[in-house]
Each structure stands twice: as structure tokens, then as C-alpha cells.
């Protein structure tokens, strides 16, 4: 059997390097009976139209970015939130691990046709745009691309900018044209995307972590065959490691990389003026919580608590 597994990033990102540690296992683990097809961004369609494929049965695996999946489920629209994940990305890394985060979102997922696999944080968002973002006032009028779902467009109308809803393969031609003014994505994507070529300065807030969920279709999954559901279960298992340390290394590397071309300007923010947009930043947690009512409630809720505990368990 041939498993497909889209991807909404190219070759050598961190979702590439994550399908292919897939393949590997789980093909090894089969002895060859089941193989995986890996299709980079751009051979199926866009973020959204891989989502349909999976909910619709005609691919078993893909990448889902909550910041495009929250029209269709309100809940993931937490992960475009800012300042809600801790700043120790290592907390954060156990806590998408968990399976306590991954059962609450199991049913708003299977509501959808889809089962989730689990969630892959890819490292800290950055923010490229023509100017420094030093405060939320330097967003005024600034037109900020956004992954395609309204939740993901909230956080930067509350700094002031003009957000739109755009396509991953269309980011780079519109900084280009300048019909837009920035973008926002970990600092592997900006590199391999290209778009340190059209952005004068990326801005280091340290927002969120950039989360990817791996997605299949419910049905196919409750049907595989026992032993194939485990191969597929131990395979996601051991690549979530593998996956972390693939983005920390090509985000260190690609920000060194763009550093020394000279390509751009990077600027971080320091503790104050990350606060002012941690504050600006939280009425969207009110935003988030009418549209996702009391699933929403108590999915936030739960988190916070996960991360108390955890940074808790850390410290002592
Ligand atoms: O910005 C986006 O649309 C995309 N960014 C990354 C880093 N991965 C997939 C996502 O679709």
C-alpha cells in the first residue's frame, strides 16, 4: 500500500525533514509492505485545498496549519494567538507533546472528518516588513500578510495593521509587487522561502511558535489494519524529536546564513517592548473565546494550567 502525505512546505524544511523521518521508519517498520509518497507544498494545491483532500479521502496524511484550518475549526485558532505559549520553548515543546493537549482538540478535529495525528511546533514567529516593528503603533496601516483564516488576521488588527488573508505561494510575489508590507513565519520559511529578498528588517517579538498539526482522514484511520495503525502511531512517536531538533538547527543556521549575506536587518525586542505587545495582544483572547464559546474556554483554561505545572516541575 502507498500512503500520501502532503506537505505545505518544500523540500528541506522542517516539514520535509519530518515526512522523510516518517518514511523511513515506517516503511522499515513494515518491511516495505506500506510506502509513503511525499508531496511538497505546491504539487497538490494550497494549505486549504490540502485540508480538503484529507477531509475527503483522496490523500491519508498531510500538514494542517491551525492558521488556516481555524475557519473550519474555531478552537486551533489558539495557536495564532500571541503570548498564550510560554517563553521557554522547551515547555512548550512538552506540553504540544502531551497527550492530555492532544485529546482536547480530538473531537474538534474528528468533527471535521479529520484525526489528529499531533502537533508540531516549528520555532518562534518572526516578523519581516520594510521598517523595524519595535511597538505595536509601527504596525499602523502596515499591510501584513496572514495564513488564510479570520482568527489568524485578529492579533494584528489589534496592533493596528491592515491584515490580509493570503496563500503561502503567493507571499513572495505580493512583497515583491508591494501590495503587501510584511509577513510573519518562523525564520527557516523566510529563509528558504526566499523572502529576506523583498523585506528590508525581520523583527524578533517571539510571539508564538509557529504549531503545524499532521492530520489524516478519520475513517481511514479507524479502518487501518491493528499492526498498521501502530507502525503509524511508534512513527509519529519518534519523529517529534527529530522534528524539534530540525527546527532549532535550521532556524539557528538560516538566521546565521541571512545574517552574514547582509540580506537584512534583524532587530529583537527587548522585555519592555515585548510587553507592550503581549498587552495590545490580549483583548484577541476575548475574540478567540466568542467564536469558540466553551470548548474554547476550556481548552485555554487547560493549557494555562499545563503550563503552570510544567514550568513548575522544571524549576524544582
Ligand atoms: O505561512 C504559511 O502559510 C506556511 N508557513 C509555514 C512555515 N509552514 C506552512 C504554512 O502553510
Known amino acids: 500500500v502507498t500512503w500520501r502525505f502532503a506537505l505545505e512546505e518544500i523540500e528541506g ?36 485545498q490540502l485540508t480538503e483532500l ?9 500538514f494542517a496549519s491551525p492558521g488556516h484550518l481555524a475557519n473550519t475549526i474555531p478552537e486551533v485558532g489558539l495557536f495564532t494567538l500571541h503570548y498564550v505559549l510560554p ?8 506540553i504540544l507533546a502531551s497527550a492530555e493537549l492532544l485529546e482536547l482538540f480530538e473531537s474538534p478535529y474528528a468533527n471535521q472528518n479529520m484525526k489528529l495525528l499531533g502537533f508540531v511546533p516549528e520555532g518562534w514567529m518572526a516578523w519581516t516588513a520594510n521598517k523595524a516593528l519595535r511597538s505595536p503603533e509601527d504596525f499602523t496601516g502596515q499591510r501584513i500578510r496572514t495564513m488564510t483564516s479570520d482568527m489568524a488576521e485578529e492579533t494584528f488588527r489589534a496592533y493596528g495593521a491592515e491584515p490580509s488573508q493570503i496563500p503561502y505561494s503567493q ?3 505580493d512583497l515583491q509587487l508591494r501590495k503587501i508590507d510584511g509577513q510573519s513565519n518562523p525564520v527557516f520559511a523566510i529563509e528558504e522561502m526566499d523572502f529576506y529578498e523583498v523585506q528590508t528588517t525581520m523583527t524578533l517579538a517571539r510571539p508564538a511558535q509557529f504549531v503545524a498539526s499532521v492530520v489524516s482522514n478519520l475513517e481511514w ?10 507502525w503509524l502511531d511508534n512513527g509519529l512517536k519518534d519523529v517529534a524529536q527529530i522534528a524539534w531538533e ?7 543556521t538560516r538566521l546565521e546564513q541571512m545574517l552574514e549575506g547582509g540580506h537584512m536587518k534583524v532587530v529583537r525586542l527587548t522585555d519592555s517592548e515585548r510587553e507592550a505587545f503581549r498587552e495590545a495582544s490580549m483583548p484577541v483572547r476575548d475574540i478567540y473565546l466568542e467564536r469558540t464559546g466553551e470548548s474554547g474556554q476550556r481548552i485555554l483554561g487547560r493549557l494555562n494550567q499545563l503550563i503552570e ?4 516541575r522544571k524549576q524544582s
Open 171 to 173: 507571499v513572495y510575489s
Open 246 to 252: 530540525t527546527q532549532e538547527e535550521l532556524n539557528q
Open 309 to 312: 505545572q510544567t514550568e513548575t
Open 87 to 94: 517563553d521557554d520553548a522547551d515547555v512548550t515543546r512538552e
Open 221 to 230: 484511520y479507524d479502518a487501518l489494519p491493528e499492526n498498521q495503525q501502530q
Open 54 to 62: 484529507v477531509r475527503n479521502g483522496s490523500i491519508s496524511l498531510a
Open 13 to 48: 524544511s522542517v516539514q520535509h525533514a519530518y515526512a522523510e523521518a516518517l518514511k523511513e521508519r515506517i516503511e522499515e517498520r513494515s518491511d516495505g509492505r506500506i510506502e509513503i509518497d511525499i508531496f511538497p507544498y505546491g504539487s497538490l494545491g494550497t494549505s486549504a
